[in-house]
């Protein structure tokens, strides 16, 4: 049964770094077939996905995150990591992190952590 | 960037009735199409993808059509379960970018 289980910081005080950690079992990241992501959700609003890495470590941001984001992966520990620098109000929001078939479509999915941002 | 556009924003339907979401991409995305569910404190569920394969376990009252630029989520005979808000996403391949629709909330009549 494979499983998603985000972890880190409920609070984050305004310009400083977010950090994120998402624990998988059942499915190892370093499989050929999955990309892993981040996808965030500001209350009361919309899916916004921040980005992915792929099982060759290659990652992808989304154009309005990639100079704030950084996404790493601990292949031993089967661990994949979210760090989002300079974050402000905007940034609060409950981030999941999830899985994909081949970089295409989100099939399993964490719980969902909340963050906020605030001093 | 492709947006995606859904509509309508909320949709009422009574049990029991069918229910139809759209979806609109800015641009073509081919059949590169998903659609989600998501109920109050729970992540999204992935119900369809490529426009019209349903995922696993999801049941047959759940169907997705389109291509290219229009797409639609029917549901043909409403369930209590099936009242949440409903996302659709376009995936592109390369490079692996999503973008998700404002989504679309389904709820009793």
């Known amino acids: 049964q494979l499983q998603l289980q985000e972890s880190g910081p409920g609070l984050v005080k305004p310009s400083e770094t977010l950090s994120l950690t998402c624990s998988v079992s059942g499915a190892s990241i370093s499989s050929t077939t999955y990309y892993w992501g981040w996808i965030r959700q500001p209350p009361g609003k919309g899916l916004e996905w921040i980005g992915s890495?792929?099982?060759?470590?290659?990652?992808y941001y989304s154009p309005s995150l990639k100079s704030r984001v950084t996404i790493s992966v601990d292949t031993s520990k089967n661990q994949f990591s979210l760090k989002l620098s300079s974050v402000t109000a905007a940034d609060t929001a409950v981030y999941f992190c999830?899985?994909?078939?081949?970089?295409?479509?989100?099939?399993?999915w964490g719980q969902g952590t909340p963050v906020t941002v605030s001093s | 960037e492709t947006v995606m556009t859904q509509s309508p924003a909320t949709l009422s339907v009574s049990p029991g009735e069918r229910a139809t979401l759209s979806c609109r991409a800015s641009q073509s995305v081919s059949s590169n199409l998903a659609w989600y569910q998501q109920k109050p404190g729970q992540a999204p569920r992935l119900l369809i993808y490529g426009a019209s394969t349903r995922a696993t376990g999801i049941p047959a009252r759940f169907s997705g059509s389109g291509s290219g630029t229009e797409f639609t989520l029917t549901i043909s005979s409403l369930q209590s379960e099936d009242f949440a808000i409903y996302y659709c996403q376009q995936y592109d391949y390369w490079p692996p970018r999503y973008t998700f629709g404002q989504g679309t909330k389904l709820e009793i009549k």
């Open positions: 999830a899985k994909t078939v081949a970089g295409l479509y989100f099939d399993y």
């Open positions: 890495f792929s099982h060759s470590g290659t990652t």
